[in-house]
C-alpha cells in the first residue's frame, strides 16, 4: 500500500513474505502513502505483521489484531531479522496508533492481550 | 392532439427501452486467455481463467471506468510457480487484473487470484476503486497492491495467503 487516502478494512492476511530479507510484510504502509486508514483487519503468520516504512505521511493504525508474525520458531531462532506484529519505522508524529492488538512491536503500542 | 400523444408515448417507451437495454449489459469471460482481456463494461466472470498472455502483461485490465468485474467464485491462475509463485525474479506488468488508471473500477468476490509473477491485483493509477470480497493467493509481489498514483481505494474484506518475493529491495506481502 503506497497509495493515498484510502481504506483498508475488515481484511484477513496470513503466511504472507519472505524473511530474507525481513521487509515483507501482511499489510504494508509503504513509500510516501498518506492519509490511509488501516482498520479491523486480522493479521496472523506473516514475516511482519503490519509494517510501516520510513517515508511515509500521515497514516492511522487502528483496531486491527496483528499477531503471531513471524511464527515462533522464526521469531526465536532468527531474533536478528526483527520481525515484529507491528514494524513502525516512520517519525514519531507520523502515524496514529489506536486499539490495535499485538505481542511484539517496534515504536508502536502493544497493549495487553485479554483472552 | 391524438397523434401528438401518440407520439410522446413512442418516445417515452423508446426512451425506456434503450435504458433498460444498457443497464443490462454485461461481458462475460472465462477459459484460456492468450491476450490481455480489456474490461470495458460490466463483466462476469463465468467459469475459471487460466493466463497464457506474453510475459510482462496483465491479464485483466480495465478500459473504461465505473464498471465492475465480479469473480462469482472462480480462479484465475497466472504462470508462476505453484509453491513459490514467482518462477524466477518477479516479472514486471505481469499481474492478474490492473485497473489501468480508471476510475471507480471495482473487483468483487468471491473468487480466487493466484500464481501471477508479480501482484495479483493492482490498482494503478486510479481514484475511488474498490477490491472487496476476493482471495490473492502465491503471488510473486504483492497480492493487493496500491502504488501512489491511486487515491481514495477501498481493500475490503479480502484474504491474502503467502503472497510475497525474497527478491532483494521488493518490500510487498498480503496488501
Not at chain 2, 164 to 174: A, E, F, I, Q, V
Amino acid at each position: 500500500m503506497v497509495g493515498h487516502n484510502s481504506r483498508v478494512r475488515l481484511n484477513t492476511a496470513h503466511g504472507n513474505g519472505y524473511s530474507e530479507p525481513p521487509d515483507d510484510f501482511g499489510i504494508g504502509v509503504i513509500g510516501n502513502a498518506t492519509g490511509n486508514v488501516i482498520e479491523l483487519n486480522l493479521v496472523t503468520g506473516n514475516t511482519n505483521g503490519i509494517y510501516i516504512a520510513a517515508a511515509v505521511g500521515q497514516n492511522i493504525i487502528r483496531n486491527n489484531t496483528a499477531i503471531g508474525n513471524p511464527a515462533i520458531q522464526v521469531g526465536n531462532t532468527r531474533p536478528d531479522l526483527r520481525a515484529l506484529d507491528i514494524v513502525n519505522l516512520s517519525p514519531a508524529d507520523r502515524t496514529v496508533f489506536d486499539r490495535n492488538k499485538c505481542v511484539t512491536a517496534l515504536a508502536a503500542p502493544c497493549p495487553a492481550i485479554n483472552p | 392532439m391524438r397523434t401528438a400523444v401518440l407520439a410522446t408515448a413512442v418516445l417515452v417507451l423508446g426512451a425506456v427501452s434503450v435504458s433498460v437495454t444498457t443497464q443490462s449489459r454485461s461481458d462475460a469471460v472465462s477459459g484460456t486467455l492468450t491476450r490481455t482481456f480489456s474490461i470495458v463494461a460490466d463483466t462476469e466472470v463465468t467459469g475459471d481463467i487460466t493466463c497464457a498472455v506474453a510475459d510482462g502483461t496483465p491479464c485483466l485490465s480495465f478500459a473504461a471506468s465505473g464498471v465492475e468485474l465480479r469473480l462469482n467464485g472462480f480462479t484465475i491462475t497466472g504462470k508462476g510457480d505453484p509453491v513459490t509463485g514467482c518462477g524466477g525474479a518477479v516479472t514486471p506488468g505481469e499481474v492478474g487484473i490492473t485497473t489501468n488508471g480508471q476510475r471507480t473500477v471495482v473487483v468483487r468476490g468471491p473468487g480466487l487470484i493466484q500464481r501471477f509473477r508479480n501482484h495479483g491485483v493492482q490498482v494503478a493509477g486510479s481514484d475511488g476503486a474498490r477490491i472487496e470480497g476476493i482471495t490473492v493467493s502465491t503471488n510473486c509481489g504483492s497480492g493487493i497492491f496500491v502504488p501512489a498514483t491511486s487515491f481514495n481505494t477501498v481493500v475490503q474484506e479480502n484474504t491474502a495467503v503467502r503472497n510475497g518475493s525474497s527478491n532483494p529491495g521488493l518490500s510487498c506481502g498480503g496488501i
